[in-house]
């Protein structure tokens, strides 16, 4: 296969070849323009305009998408030319179908209706690719998937009409709701705006790669029972403006719900970038996040309740002219977890502070948390003289160490070992200026320092 055939061409290729195979469409009507040759749209495809769709933003197209579709016995490939086509429903399409345009600023859907456009029910492996869908009704959505197997996005632009300017008219609009099971969706280089809510994953085992999410009033929502919900995110952004009447989070687990993982995603421009669960209701098992970039303007990570979160390689910024929280973590509900290199915008490092004292944290220099299971091994290093092992005030004065030798070195003279007597009664062991030593009874309460 030659090298320069690209990964879009050889998905739609191989679904025009799937299309043919099993149902043939090849009525009258499909596509044959100089510009679906170009675009490798396959010749099977049946173009909607050849079946009185017209395309020009005016027209009601509903019925003429119904007629191309209408008499599929099987697989379909149906072909939007550029345009704007103007619908209030979409029909039903039979599994391994696509619908492909020319652009997904090019060839654009124009959904008036309320629910979904694209309603999608136990359907397997339909894909869209080279879309735009505009949704303009209060209660509508771009997509809706209950019970379906491997559908895919590839390259479409799902707009809505919430901004800040219209909140809070357009919360109730959806771009995509995965639901009901379903699982393995993809959506590549897709683009979801200006929703209430821009994706609504309710199951597990969904993957966003290489998108955007812009201006929607909640960028992700992970709501659902049976502990179902769960995302994959990858090489992707959540971006907003500064105005609170926009953006109030780009990511929120509602309850109890599945895996959640961000790899290499940038968040900026909400009132809380990530928020993962609700105290008191539940949260995700697993969230990650690595090798992000979080900015927001009054909590970068809100982990209310989340068994087992993994920060690594986290930048933690503040939006222009806020100084949020960089970390709020309900020691209750979120007990546990793990952060390694994570990097301030605003101070030289994370407080560790910020962090329940169960959590495992490794920082410039410091780690903090740690639980060792079985022998602790220390040894010299570059520096054979150096201590192995020091404790230190506050200050960073070393009070007490671990010699190369193995030998216990205090260097304070009103401390050192302390030992418990058989009757429950603390004693320290101390050494005069003569060397000769002595005890100080210290009580029957476990000494503090």
């Known amino acids: 296969m030659s090298a320069s055939l690209s990964r879009r061409r050889m998905l739609t290729a191989s679904l025009g070849a ?26 099977s495809a049946r173009d909607v305009r050849a079946f009185g769709a017209v395309g020009d933003g005016v027209a009601d197209d509903t019925a003429a998408i119904a007629r ?74 771009a997509a809706r998937l209950s019970g379906c197997f491997r559908c895919s996005f590839d390259t479409v632009l799902f707009r809505g009409e919430h901004g800040a300017g219209s909140h809070p008219r357009f919360v109730g609009q959806r ?22 809510v821009g994706l609504v994953a309710s199951s597990i085992q969904n993957y966003v790669t290489a998108s955007k999410f812009t201006s929607n009033w909640i960028g992700v929502l992970g709501t659902g029972p049976d502990y179902a919900p769960g995302l994959s995110v990858v090489n992707s952004e959540f971006v907003s403006d500064t105005d609170p009447a926009t953006t109030t989070r780009h990511v929120l687990v509602d309850g109890p719900a599945n895996d959640w993982w961000f790899t290499n995603v940038w968040f900026e421009g909400a009132d809380v970038a ?25 909590v970068l990570l809100d982990l209310q309740s989340c068994r087992q979160p993994h920060l690594s390689n986290v930048i933690l910024d503040p939006d222009p002219g806020a100084t949020p929280v960089p970390l709020r973590i309900d020691p209750v509900h979120c007990p546990d977890g793990t952060a390694v290199n ?50 230190r005030a506050g200050d ?54």
């Open 68 to 141: 191309a579709v209408a008499d599929a016995d099987g697989p379909l490939a149906l072909y939007l030319p550029a345009g704007t086509y103007r619908v209030t429903g979409w029909p039903e399409l039979p599994d391994y179908s696509a619908v492909v345009g020319e652009g997904s600023d090019l060839s654009t859907v124009v959904h008036q209706g309320d629910g979904p456009l694209w309603d999608l029910r136990d359907r397997h492996r339909v894909a869209f690719a080279r879309l735009g869908v505009y949704v303009t009704a209060e209660g509508g959505s």
């Open 175 to 196: 771009g995509v709701e995965l639901r009901d099971n379903t699982g393995g969706t993809t959506f590549v280089n897709c683009d979801v705006n200006n929703f209430g």
């Open 274 to 298: 990530v928020q993962a669960g609700v105290a008191g209701r539940g949260g995700p098992s697993q969230l990650g996040l690595v090798n992000c970039k979080v900015a927001a303007r009054t």
């Open 18 to 43: 799937a299309a043919a195979s099993l149902g043939g469409c090849t009525s009258a009507g499909t596509a044959g323009s100089d510009a679906a040759r170009a675009l490798d749209v396959p010749a």
């Open 396 to 449: 960073g004065t070393v009070v007490s160490a671990v010699l190369p030798s193995g030998a216990f070195l205090s260097e304070r003279a009103e401390a050192g070992v302390v030992l418990r007597d058989d009757d429950g009664g603390y004693w320290r062991l101390q050494v005069g200026p003569d060397g000769a030593l002595r005890t100080a009874r210290l009580g029957t309460g476990r000494p503090a320092g």
């Open 342 to 391: 994570l990097v301030s915008g605003t101070a030289a490092d994370v407080d560790l502070a910020a962090f329940p004292p169960r959590w495992h944290v490794v920082g410039r220099g410091v780690v903090s948390g740690a639980e060792h299971a079985g022998p602790l091994v220390v040894r010299p290093g570059r520096d054979a003289a150096a201590d192995l092992v020091q404790a």
